[in-house]
């Protein structure tokens, strides 16, 4: 059996692609090995039919000008990602942007709504009463506006 390898030597060797040390050793093998010399007219009547029966494709335009339209497609397929690429890098500036601006106005409006409505939870005023279980108790209460405070001194009377 043929290994790989002098296989493709064979096949390079019928195209005439082989340096003359190797094309030499290539030759010397044929004249010695008939499974060798049968894989090789094999392949040269390959080749043979192969080429008798090809098609010959006629392109419309010149193979320079060919060639130059394939080399400007892939220069407009290569630009594409760097322009995509682009459009994502404005896009994260914008979030980058916008992501803490947008909080900042959150916080903003939540502290406008909180100090509109400064009512205290529970306010104290002269219609509350305190109930103590001292008997000699008495108390007074005070309601500063500007200062948004309530203050109650509760007094027991004890000596």
């Given at each position: 059996?043929?290994?790989?390898?002098?296989?493709?030597?064979?096949?390079?060797?019928?195209?005439?692609?082989?340096?003359?040390?190797?094309?030499?050793?290539?030759?010397?093998?044929?004249?010695?090995?008939?499974?060798?010399?049968?894989?090789f007219e094999e392949?040269?009547?390959?080749?043979?039919?192969?080429?008798g029966n090809e098609l010959e494709?006629?392109?419309?335009?010149?193979?320079?000008?060919?060639?130059?339209?394939?080399?400007?497609?892939?220069?407009?397929?290569?630009?594409?990602?760097?322009?995509?690429?682009?459009?994502?890098?404005?896009?994260?500036?914008?979030?980058?942007?916008?992501?803490?601006?947008?909080?900042?106005?959150?916080?903003?409006?939540?502290?406008?709504?909180?100090?509109?409505?400064?009512?205290?939870?529970?306010?104290?005023?002269?219609?509350?009463?305190?109930?103590?279980?001292?008997?000699?108790?008495?108390?007074?209460?005070?309601?500063?506006?500007?200062?948004?405070?309530?203050?109650?001194?509760?007094?027991?009377?004890?000596?």
């Amino acid at each position: 059996m043929i290994k790989h390898e002098t296989e493709l030597k064979l096949q390079a060797y019928l195209d005439g692609e082989l340096v003359p040390g190797e094309a030499g050793a290539i030759a010397e093998c044929l004249t010695r090995d008939a499974e060798a010399r049968a894989l090789f007219e094999e392949l040269k009547a390959t080749r043979t039919l192969l080429g008798g029966n090809e098609l010959e494709i006629k392109l419309p335009e010149s193979r320079e000008f060919f060639w130059s339209k394939v080399r400007r497609q892939i220069e407009r397929e290569e630009q594409k990602p760097a322009a995509a690429q682009e459009r994502a890098s404005t896009a994260a500036r914008w979030i980058r942007f916008l992501a803490p601006a947008g909080a900042l106005a959150a916080l903003a409006l939540f502290v406008v709504v909180s100090l509109r409505n400064s009512e205290p939870l529970l306010a104290l005023d002269d219609s509350h009463e305190i109930e103590t279980p001292l008997e000699e108790t008495s108390s007074f209460s005070f309601r500063s506006e500007a200062a948004a405070m309530t203050v109650v001194w509760v007094d027991s009377h004890r000596e």
